[in-house]
C-alpha cells in the first residue's frame, strides 16, 4: 500500500547547523506532498507543500522539492535555530481519488541546542 | 471562527464507556478528516466528510467508532465501549474543498486517556 518512510528521531542539532530530514514514499499514482510541523503542546501546521515533480516547496527558510526519479521529498534548512525544535512529519496526498486524506510518516523529533 | 476547534482538549473515561469528541472546522469549509495520533502508530486517518457524506470510512479500526457530521459544519466522532488501545490525541482538520492540493487545517486535537 501506500506509505511513507522518514528518518528515524531523534536529531539532535547546534544552533545554526545544516539539516536534513529524509523522507520517501510509495504510492501507486501522483501524490501531492506535504511537510506538516508540531511544535511543543501545539497542533499539526503546514509548513510546506509540492503538488507535482520537480516543484520546490518553501517556508520559514526551509526547502523541500518533490523528486519523482528517487521518490522523495527530503527538508533541508541552511541554519537551524532553537525555534525549529518540533517534530517534522511528511505526508502524501492523492490527486485523485475521493479520499483526499494524508498518509504521514512516522515522524522526526528536531532538537536544536543553542 | 480562525481556526479549527475541537473539544474537550482532554477526556479521561473508564474502560467500557462512550465517548464523543467534538469537532469545529473552519467556516465554509465542506471536506471534514479525522486522525488519530499514537505512540505506536503515529498518524493514522480514521474517517473523512465531504458536507455531511462520509465516503471514505476505511480507517475507522473498528466498529466500536463511528462519526458523523450535520449540516456540513460540526462533526462528533464516538467511540463506544472505550478500550486501553483507544487512548491516543485525536485530530480533526479541514479543508476548503476537499481537494488533492488543497490545505488541510489541523486542530489543537483531544487527548482521549482510556483507563
Known amino acids: 500500500g501506500d506509505s511513507v518512510t522518514q528518518m528515524e528521531g531523534p536529531v539532535t542539532l547546534s544552533e545554526e547547523a545544516f539539516l536534513t530530514i529524509n523522507c520517501t514514499y510509495t504510492a501507486t499514482g501522483y501524490p501531492s506532498l506535504f511537510w506538516y510541523v508540531q511544535y511543543p503542546g501545539e497542533g499539526l501546521q503546514l509548513l510546506l507543500k509540492?503538488?507535482?515533480?520537480?516543484d520546490k516547496g518553501s517556508n520559514k527558510g526551509f526547502e523541500a522539492t518533490y523528486r519523482k526519479e528517487t521518490t522523495s521529498f527530503h527538508l533541508e534548512k541552511g541554519s537551524v535555530q532553537v525555534s525549529d525544535s518540533a517534530v517534522y512529519f511528511c505526508?502524501?496526498?492523492?490527486?485523485?481519488?475521493?479520499?483526499?486524506?494524508?498518509?504521514f510518516g512516522k515522524g522526526t523529533k528536531l532538537s536544536v541546542k543553542p | 471562527g480562525a481556526g479549527v476547534s475541537q473539544s474537550p482538549s482532554n477526556k479521561v473515561t473508564e474502560k467500557g464507556k462512550d465517548v464523543e469528541l467534538r469537532c469545529d472546522p473552519i467556516s465554509g469549509h465542506t471536506a471534514l478528516y479525522w486522525y488519530r495520533q499514537s505512540l505506536g502508530q503515529g498518524l493514522e486517518f480514521l474517517i473523512y466528510f465531504q458536507g455531511n457524506s462520509a465516503p471514505d470510512k476505511s480507517g475507522l479500526p473498528s466498529d466500536r467508532f463511528s462519526a458523523e457530521r450535520t449540516g456540513g459544519s460540526v462533526s462528533t466522532l464516538t467511540i463506544q465501549r472505550t478500550q486501553q488501545e483507544d487512548s491516543a490525541v485525536y485530530l480533526c482538520a479541514s479543508s476548503s474543498v476537499g481537494g488533492s492540493t488543497d490545505t488541510q487545517y489541523f486542530g489543537p486535537g483531544t487527548r482521549l486517556t482510556v483507563l
Open positions: 505526508a502524501l496526498r492523492y490527486l485523485g481519488g475521493s479520499q483526499g486524506n494524508l498518509i
Open positions: 509540492a503538488t507535482k515533480a520537480d
